[in-house]
């Protein structure tokens, strides 16, 4: 066999579930781990590298919502799936608040989690604004040679915004930029990812520099931190 195209870990408390993501995602390529809920969720991650957590909301114990604040809070940037049972508009915005990349309402065909999480990739190069480079082969954020942590959603969204500078994009731009063509997302998840952005890049997120709203529209990259001078 080949090398697998990425590993998945599922954690998900529903055992038919685990079955199924597990078969067909091995049956595409991918290097699939499960667990049934997250007592061992960490242990794991310190242990194995993987490419994607997708993380049921609704678990007995700690639920995903809990653990993926948890695992962000402590600095973990894998790319999170959420999946929500309720189809609930708000457990998607939470989700994204609490430092989610991605959702999918339950049920759903197995063959979206592959879709879920892979937008545009970003190529190569490199991006300066302010004192921020922005690696783009390397997929990571640094200011003045840190490494600023983000999520890969997160990064996805600031690459589309960079490599439109000065440029007003709407919402529905955006998630085509960052996430692809045939997603679907809220205006409400960008406006959420706007706001984790806005706290990891700019000095006073309720001024911000580099990332600034157009009412009625959208959201306009200025890689100087400046407004743009207005003629007499």
Same mark, same amino acid.
């Given at each position: *066999?080949?090398? =697998?195209?990425? &590993?998945?870990l599922v954690?998900?408390?529903?055992h038919?579930l685990?079955a199924?993501?597990q078969?067909?995602?091995? /049956?595409?390529?991918y =290097?699939v781990?499960?667990?049934?809920g997250?007592?061992?969720l +960490?242990?794991?991650?310190g242990?194995?590298r993987?490419?994607?957590?997708?993380?049921d909301?609704? #678990?007995?114990?700690?639920?995903?919502?809990?653990?993926?604040?948890?695992l962000r @809070?402590?600095?973990?940037?894998?790319?999170?799936? #959420?999946l929500?049972a309720?189809?609930?508009?708000? /457990?998607?915005? %939470?989700?994204? +608040?609490m430092?989610?990349d991605d959702?999918?309402p339950?049920? $759903?065909?197995?063959r979206?989690?592959q879709? =879920?999480?892979s937008?545009?990739l970003?190529?190569?190069g490199r %991006?300066?604004?302010?004192?921020f480079?922005?690696?783009?082969?390397e997929?990571r954020?640094?200011?003045?040679? &840190?490494? !600023?942590?983000l999520t890969?959603?997160?990064? =996805?969204?600031?690459?589309?915004l960079?490599?439109?500078?000065? &440029?007003?994009?709407?919402?529905?731009?955006l998630i +085509?930029?960052?996430r692809?063509? /045939?997603?679907e997302?809220?205006?409400r998840?960008?406006?959420?990812?706007? *706001? &984790?952005?806005r706290?990891? !890049?700019e /000095?006073d997120? @309720?001024q911000?520099?580099?990332i600034?709203t157009?009412w009625?529209l959208?959201?306009? $990259? *200025?890689?100087?931190g400046?407004?743009? +001078?207005r003629q007499?």
């Amino acid at each position: *066999m080949g090398e =697998a195209l990425g &590993r998945i870990l599922v954690v998900d408390d529903e055992h038919d579930l685990r079955a199924l993501l597990q078969r067909y995602l091995s /049956d595409q390529g991918y =290097a699939v781990r499960t667990l049934d809920g997250g007592q061992r969720l +960490e242990h794991l991650l310190g242990r194995e590298r993987f490419d994607v957590l997708v993380l049921d909301v609704m #678990m007995p114990g700690e639920d995903g919502l809990s653990l993926c604040r948890r695992l962000r @809070a402590q600095g973990e940037t894998i790319p999170i799936v #959420m999946l929500t049972a309720r189809g609930d508009p708000l /457990d998607r915005i %939470i989700g994204l +608040e609490m430092g989610a990349d991605d959702y999918l309402p339950k049920p $759903f065909n197995p063959r979206e989690l592959q879709g =879920a999480h892979s937008g545009p990739l970003p190529g190569d190069g490199r %991006i300066g604004f302010g004192p921020f480079s922005l690696h783009l082969g390397e997929r990571r954020l640094s200011r003045d040679g &840190r490494d !600023i942590p983000l999520t890969s959603g997160e990064f =996805a969204l600031l690459q589309a915004l960079a490599r439109h500078p000065r &440029r007003p994009l709407g919402r529905d731009r955006l998630i +085509e930029l960052s996430r692809g063509r /045939d997603h679907e997302a809220s205006d409400r998840s960008i406006d959420v990812q706007i *706001m &984790r952005l806005r706290r990891a !890049i700019e /000095d006073d997120p @309720a001024q911000p520099r580099y990332i600034r709203t157009v009412w009625g529209l959208g959201y306009v $990259f *200025m890689p100087d931190g400046r407004a743009e +001078e207005r003629q007499p």
